[in-house]
């Protein structure tokens, strides 16, 4: 006990910075994590970090918490350690054997028959084999089969751990024995335990960046020193007797250790030590982590999860001494001294072991007044407004003094910022004005508008600038007041001004950051939409023409332009960087003289280092975790050709045309800084830019049809990119009134269509013009029949009585005029000759008789009147049928009829033949050949060329669309062949 005690002793006074508190930042189960009693932490190739617990395992991608238990398959809740294998898959050791998740189900690995398979550690080596130790037994995994290792030569052993080193080889410790490597396919005994007994325990083995290989062990750290294990020694560093659970080395090649009471840090042989008191846990200390990003994760029991990152901030708050944590004033005095001021609980200063302590001047001062303000000047001494109890000097030579007129007794009741001006004289801003307190202590009220200044600066060497509630005004030398006659500050609330060079900052309530550069005029604002948390700014401080920390009502931010004065960079501090407290303070910003930053904020005092900052060589990893269609998974396998295993991805995701609403879901690991991140995305084929948001999820509706590929990227606001770029390429098919088929086919058929159209309206225009000209056709039937019998009755009635009046006249006439007589009969042969041609022509009126049948009928009946009682032997054929349907065309039957009587006439007046023959052959119902031959004596056909009876014949058969050939040889006879094409109705 007395030497736990002295132990102890030694640590107290040999651990640095125990009264401030470092970036380590907790998630527990109200963060979403599983359960609170964490035992181990790996990274997954996603970068995703998976915590062990007793209570399942939870997945971690810096922003949410995913968990797995029982339920899901897991083999038990309470699980030792964890694997994340190159395959992607996640071994998890549990008391009961190995659970192997490949993303979607769980897979139980049994290494003995036991009814315990306690499963410690679990490590996969170059050649992607695995090893686990199972109830102290080395085990090697084949084909998820486990296989026993034998290390050592005793007949029974114990492995308590195992080790893979940088270079990729296997070690391990067999208790009572020693370290082992695993070289050239055989087991060797490298390191020997020696005398260390059997009540030391080693838990870890480690080898550091140096080579250096150390232990944990129940009794302390060890380490490895010409070949033998002993109790680690560094300078002042004593590790001994503390239970040493777990070894990391960081960036920096500290090396940290988990205890079962906090952790500790080895840095240039001191000691320090990490508990409740610098902001991190009291309870065990599993594991120690470090991730790909350089951050260092820790593994608690019943604290969850903490993650600490170097270089960021440290803070102090009421565990650190503060009474209030509200701080609203840190300066530096000449002397180096840093003063901080809370917000009640009076006046601090940081120590030289960067702790903090109140100031005592016969007491702590001002410890029950409010403290609105600090300012420190060229004679080491502090300026401390308060709100309602006065205003204040201290010195601390000097001690408390109150700002008193010396002439009059006048008190200042309170402050919201001061300067000392290039007269030497204090100007003090309040609510009620501005007074001036010259060398000689004298307080005058000056006369201005009646506001609230919140901040004085040095314009030039002769004037000042004044930021009001109400915008700036500035002041001569003589304190007079001047408008700047600038609109964009009127009626702005101001809080703080900062000048560097020709550029004039001004931090406002509500429009951010403005910028003027007085060389140039020009005026820039920025603000939110320009990537600043807040725009609130309470305090600004120019450290570079371009570069400027601002202290926002969320956060701090270091603002970098580019030479034209816009945004190059922006980042962002927040809680992930250890800045609890997000909401700083009224003009509460120092650049000491080490060139650390310190802030007041609402939750404390925060210190920074922006010279040390490792986080910007970080790089964040943007993933695609989900593809939804109308707001839902996609569940139709037959859309997509696979799908991801560890998110709701769809690969070679094929949609139909109506299926064009799309829901990207976008992550990114960035433990650095989860909130710093931003995502820039395009679709090509849709956007013409790049889209940056800060919104995981990105919706797109009514995407037409074509082949697209949405690229993604991650950046930071300060303008890192993620080492990835996600190309992802889908495609919505068109609809079938979209190809090019159906298309040509729409094409095809507006024409078909359009013929159609076309085609029924010529052929209601040609059955319209058809029923009429069948409606007329009947009319001129009509017409044709009551004229022919009209026409019958009236010259058949005339011509008789013609005829009857010759006779009548013949035989009154006396023989002996025989002319007169022959006259008569002349004229009654003429009658009969008009009454028989008539009868032809009357015969051709009457539409009864345009049928063929009854044409060729009567070409036979004329043919055999006009050869009636002559020498001509008459035959007339033809092959067509009687009640034959087909009838001539309009006006055929006449000018057939007349080429026939033609035809017989020139045979019986010229040909002197014995023998006529007439055919008429119909072909096809649509066409009829003709042939008239006779015996005759035949003629010249040069001659008769010349007269009327063949050319008409000719005429009228042209008018029938029909051609004649006559061949005629003397004395054997003509032939006479008549072709009519087409002639019928």
């Keep these: 006990m007395a030497r736990q005690l002295l132990l102890y002793f030694i640590l107290f006074f040999s651990l640095t910075g125990i009264s401030q508190k470092y970036n380590f930042v907790n998630w527990t189960v109200e963060d979403g994590l599983i359960q609170s009693q964490c035992g181990y932490i790996c990274q997954d190739k996603y970068r995703q970090l998976w915590i062990a617990t007793e209570g399942g395992i939870s997945k971690f991608d810096g922003r949410k918490f995913t968990g797995y238990a029982a339920q899901e398959g897991l083999v038990s809740n309470d699980v030792n350690s964890l694997l994340c294998d190159k395959a992607g898959n996640i071994w998890a050791g549990t008391n009961y054997g190995i659970s192997v998740f490949n993303g979607k189900t769980f897979k139980t690995i049994k290494l003995s028959n036991s009814t315990v398979n306690n499963v410690t550690a679990i490590l996969q080596l170059n050649d992607e084999s695995i090893y686990a130790l199972n109830n102290n037994l080395l085990f090697k995994l084949n084909n998820f089969q486990g296989q026993n290792i034998k290390i050592s030569s005793a007949p029974t052993e114990t492995i308590s751990a195992i080790y893979k080193t940088n270079k990729g080889e296997l070690l391990a410790y067999v208790a009572e024995k020693g370290i082992y490597a695993f070289q050239n396919a055989t087991w060797k005994e490298i390191i020997s335990q020696n005398d260390l007994g059997k009540t030391v325990l080693i838990r870890k083995l480690f080898i550091t960046s140096n080579n250096d290989t150390l232990l944990a062990s129940n009794s302390g750290l060890l380490e490895v020193k010409n070949n033998k294990i002993r109790a680690f020694k560094d300078k002042n560093s004593d590790l001994d007797g503390i239970n040493i659970l777990c070894i990391e080395e960081d960036i920096k090649k500290n090396i940290w250790l988990g205890s079962d009471n906090g952790a500790y840090k080895i840095e240039s042989g001191n000691i320090m030590r990490f508990d409740s008191k610098s902001g991190f846990t009291d309870n065990s200390v599993l594991y120690i982590y470090k991730d790909i990003e350089n951050n260092l994760w820790f593994a608690t029991d019943a604290d969850g999860i903490y993650k600490f990152r170097e270089n960021t901030f440290t803070y102090y708050d009421k565990s650190s001494g503060i009474s209030n944590t509200i701080v609203m004033g840190v300066v530096q005095t000449t002397d180096g001294n840093i003063y901080a001021a809370g917000y009640g609980g009076g006046l601090y200063k940081i120590n030289e072991n960067k702790g903090i302590e109140p100031v005592n001047n016969k007491g702590p001062v001002l410890a029950d007044s409010k403290i609105s303000c600090l300012y420190a000047d060229d004679e080491n001494n502090i300026w401390i407004g308060t709100i309602g109890k006065g205003s204040w000097i201290y010195n601390e030579k000097k001690g408390l003094q109150k700002l008193v007129d010396k002439s009059t007794g006048m008190q200042v009741r309170g402050a919201n910022s001061f300067l000392k001006d290039a007269q030497g004289n204090m100007l ?78 001004i931090g406002t309530t509500d429009k951010g950051v403005i910028n003027w550069n007085l060389k140039t005029g020009k005026i820039i604002n920025y603000n939110t939409d320009n990537g600043l948390p807040s725009n609130f700014i309470y305090s600004i401080y120019v450290y570079d023409q371009q570069k400027a920390w601002i202290g926002t009502g969320f956060g701090i931010s270091n603002l970098q332009l580019n030479n034209k004065d816009e945004v190059q960079a922006i980042k962002n501090y927040g809680r992930s960087d250890g800045l609890l407290g997000m909401e700083c303070s009224h003009n509460c910003l120092l650049k000491a003289a080490d060139s650390s930053l310190w802030f007041g904020t609402t939750k404390g005092l925060f210190h920074f280092n922006p010279d040390a900052d490792l986080t910007e060589k970080n790089q964040p990893v943007v993933l695609l975790k989900s593809v939804k269609l109308f707001s839902s998974d996609i569940t139709d396998s037959s859309l997509y050709q696979s799908l991801s295993t560890w998110f709701r991805v769809p690969n070679g995701l094929k949609l139909h045309s109506s299926q064009n609403h799309l829901t990207f879901e976008f992550g990114a690991i960035y433990f650095t800084n989860p909130e710093d991140v931003l995502f820039k995305c395009k679709i090509e084929g849709i956007d013409k830019d790049f889209t940056i948001t800060n919104n995981p999820y990105i919706i797109y509706s009514a995407i037409p049809p074509g082949k697209y590929i949405l690229k993604l990227q991650a950046i930071t606001k300060s303008g890192a990119v993620s080492s990835n770029t996600i190309e992802y390429p889908f495609e919505i098919e068109k609809a079938f009134y979209q190809t090019g088929y159906f298309q040509l086919l729409v094409v095809l058929l507006l024409i078909s269509t359009g013929a159609l159209i076309t085609y029924i309206s010529t052929r209601r225009k040609q059955k319209r013009k058809e029923i009429l000209e069948k409606i007329r056709e009947e009319e001129f039937m009509k017409l044709r029949h009551r004229t022919a019998e009209d026409f019958h009755d009236e010259m058949g009635n005339r011509l008789t009585r013609i005829s009857v009046l010759t006779d009548i006249l013949k035989s009154k006439i006396e023989p002996k005029e025989s002319e007169v007589t022959k006259l008569v009969s002349q004229i009654k042969e003429n009658t009969a000759a008009l009454y028989n041609g008539s009868k032809d022509i009357i015969w051709s009126l009457n539409s009864q008789n345009d049928g063929i049948y009854e044409i060729a009928e009567h070409v036979k009946e004329i043919g055999d009147e006009i050869f009636h009682d002559t020498v001509i032997d008459f035959e007339c054929t033809h092959n067509i049928k009687a009640g034959s349907p087909l009838k001539l065309k309009l006006d055929y039957s006449r000018n057939l009829i007349m080429v026939f009587k033609e035809a017989y006439s020139n045979i019986l007046k010229h040909s002197k033949a014995t023998k006529v023959e007439i055919s008429l052959e119909m072909m096809n119902n649509k066409d009829l050949e003709i042939r008239i031959e006779d015996n005759g004596q035949g003629f010249d056909s040069q001659v008769i060329q010349k007269g009327n009876g063949i050319k008409n014949m000719k005429n009228r058969a042209g008018r029938m669309n029909g051609q004649i050939s006559v061949n005629s040889t003397m004395q054997k006879g003509t032939s006479i062949t008549i072709f009519l094409n087409n002639i019928f109705i």
């Excluded at 508008?449 to 004037?463: P, R």
């Excluded at 109400?470 to 700047?484: A, E, R, T, W």
């Design 428 to 505: 003090l801003g309040s609510g009620q004005g501005i007074f001036v307190i010259d060398k000689s202590g004298n307080v005058t009220k000056l006369k201005t508008d009646n506001v609230s200044v919140s901040a004085i600066k040095q314009f030039t060497s002769d004037s000042l600038l004044v930021g009001t509630s109400k915008g700036i005004f500035v002041l001569d030398k003589d304190y007079k007041q001047h408008s700047l006659k600038k609109k964009e500050f009127e009626n702005s609330s101001v809080l703080c001004l900062a000048k560097k060079n020709d550029n004039l900052w």
